[in-house]
């Protein structure tokens, strides 16, 4: 969580990456979808970028002119943004909400964003242990092994 946070939990951050979503490519763009001042985009953009969320390329069109796209491991974030847009709406919009996400091709509404066990089957939160992975700390796995026992 703490590296996750460390990249994309700055503000603006979440906001940039939903335009890159968009299709938004060029720091001109960026800055007048968000009214962003330049330095922090060019900030987010630059973490991004280092992270590997995103990487700058030249344009198709035109070779002197930078674009900015999003790479797998961007992409791969593309759930969190509908879960938090979906938990937003829920929890902080009554319901409501600015944008939706649909199927292209049959119009439906996205299924909410959940937890599935490995065979398929949704899960909620008592049904869910954290427990220690390879890199944790001694003190984050005592935490976690008396967190389970819950």
Not at 19 to 42: D, K, P
Not at 73 to 85: D, K
């Amino acid at each position: 969580m703490a590296r996750v946070t460390e990249i994309i939990g700055e503000g603006w951050t979440l906001m940039v990456l939903r335009e890159a979503f968009l299709g938004t490519r060029h720091f001109n763009e960026f800055e007048r979808e968000l009214g962003i001042a330049r330095n922090i985009l060019a900030d987010r953009l630059k973490k991004l970028v280092e992270a590997g969320l995103m990487e700058r390329a030249a344009s198709t069109t035109d070779r002197r002119v930078v674009e900015y796209r999003l790479t797998w491991s961007g992409q791969a974030l593309f759930p969190v943004l509908i879960g938090l847009t979906q938990w937003a709406s829920e929890h902080l919009c009554d319901g409501q909400a600015s944008m939706r996400f649909v199927e292209k091709e049959s119009g439906r509404e996205v299924a909410p964003v959940g937890v599935l066990s490995a065979d398929g089957r949704p899960l909620k939160l008592a049904d869910i242990a954290m427990v220690a992975g390879p890199d944790a700390d001694p003190s984050l796995g005592a935490r976690l092994a008396k967190a389970a026992e819950r």
